[in-house]
Nanobody, 125 residues
């Protein structure tokens, strides 16, 4: 029933910025947390950032800390990922994910219940 739709991906030069957005719809209850994961060709899906829905507490992977900022608007049911100082290594398909209730960890992809279709981010050198 819950649907997540990402947007904002594209091509950007190294050192540039990009802002991704995720819209949540169809749910009757608020999630415990929302997150962004990314997956490059031939690589495992990896955690990028997460935020709790009620308190707005954020968690970041070491690889993006200081460069990416996750935020949410509870009233609009949106989650954004502001990406600055982008590197070619950031090139991947970025997925929005939702955790229905507190369980497991915020970093593990297996603990999320809902996923978007993904949006491509390509960083050129």
């Amino acid at each position: 029933q819950v649907q997540l739709v990402e947007s904002g991906g594209g091509l950007v030069q190294a050192g540039g910025s990009l802002r991704l957005s995720c819209v949540r719809s169809g749910g009757t209850l608020s999630p415990y947390a929302m997150a962004w994961f990314r997956q490059a060709p031939g690589k495992e899906r990896e955690f990028a950032a997460a935020i709790t829905w009620s308190g707005g507490l954020a968690l970041y992977a070491d690889s993006v800390k200081g460069r990416f900022t996750i935020s949410r608007d509870n009233a609009k049911n949106t989650v954004d990922l502001q990406m600055n100082s982008l590197k070619p290594e950031d090139t991947a398909v970025y997925y929005c994910a939702g955790q229905a209730k507190a369980r497991g960890t915020l970093k593990g992809s297996s603990w999320y219940d809902y996923w978007g279709q993904g949006t491509q981010v390509t960083v050129s050198s």
